[in-house]
């Protein structure tokens, strides 16, 4: 089954608008971890954001804040006034208690900000 | 802080030849890298946990005769492709863990630049 879902495969967004990337998890685990990672087209892997399964708070980080909520299973990226430096591809990815710290990574969103 | 390095960043052999990559971090120790392929369009898929000074665990799936892993020291582990096939073409891609930011969350892991391999 899998355990990282992201149902966009790709978006457009004008600059400088708000966006927001959809993540939904499984995990029977109590003790989990979210993390959001950008790709630009050059390959890297830039960590962005975290929210852990005991944060009663929503993450923050400069322009990106995570929406997380836990009876759901969701943990939606929202990135404010979008930038055409956003344009990549973003990852959702999930820490799981038992997991030896391995993450497992959903099949991405590809953004694309239009000038 | 928390960089880390990967060589080479692109790749071309023949079939039926070994290729090495290598992956170091650069300013901090990693007693855990992780190994990862991405194919065109697709997320990314682990193979490997390296641990420093003892043996790789490999994912289901993952031919450890293939995919040779060494984590010798600290700061450097590395990748070595047996006998390469063109199914073997993919874009691999380390991680490291440091462990003395304690600030860091638990299982943040910093990226290498990643390796495109292209066997013909």
């Known amino acids: 089954a899998q355990k990282i879902t992201q149902t966009q495969p790709g978006m457009f967004v004008q600059e400088k608008e708000a966006v927001t990337l959809d993540c939904t998890y499984d995990?029977?685990?109590?003790?989990?971890?979210l993390f959001w990672y950008k790709q630009p087209s050059s390959g890297e892997m830039i960590f962005l954001i975290y929210?852990?399964?005991?944060?009663?708070q929503n993450a923050t980080e400069g322009r990106y804040s995570l929406n997380f909520q836990k009876a759901r299973k969701s943990a939606n990226l929202v990135i404010s006034a979008s930038q055409l430096g956003d344009s990549a591809m973003y990852f959702c990815?999930?820490?799981?208690?038992?997991?030896?710290?391995?993450?497992?990574f959903g099949t991405g969103t590809r953004l694309t900000i239009i000038p | 802080g928390a960089v880390v390095s990967q060589h080479p960043s692109r790749v071309i052999c023949k079939s039926g030849t070994s290729v090495k990559i290598e992956c170091r971090s650069l300013?901090?120790?990693?007693?855990?890298m992780f190994w990862y392929r991405q194919f065109p369009k697709q997320s990314l898929m682990l193979m490997a946990t390296?641990?420093?000074?003892?043996?790789?665990?490999?994912e289901q799936g993952v031919e450890k005769d293939k995919f040779l892993i060494n984590h010798a020291s600290l700061t450097l582990s590395t990748l070595t492709v047996t006998s390469a096939h063109p199914e073997d073409s993919s874009f691999y891609i380390c991680?490291?863990?440091?462990?003395?930011?304690?600030?860091?969350?638990?299982?943040?892991?910093?990226f290498g630049p990643g390796t495109r391999l292209l066997v013909l």
């Open positions: 390296s641990n420093e000074g003892s043996k790789a665990t490999y």
């Open positions: 991680s490291a863990r440091d462990l003395l930011r304690p600030r860091l969350p638990r299982g943040t892991q910093y």
């Open positions: 300013d901090f120790q990693a007693t855990t």
């Open positions: 995990t029977s685990d109590q003790s989990y971890g």
């Open positions: 929210q852990g399964s005991y944060d009663e």
């Open positions: 990815a999930m820490r799981e208690r038992f997991g030896n710290e391995k993450l497992t």
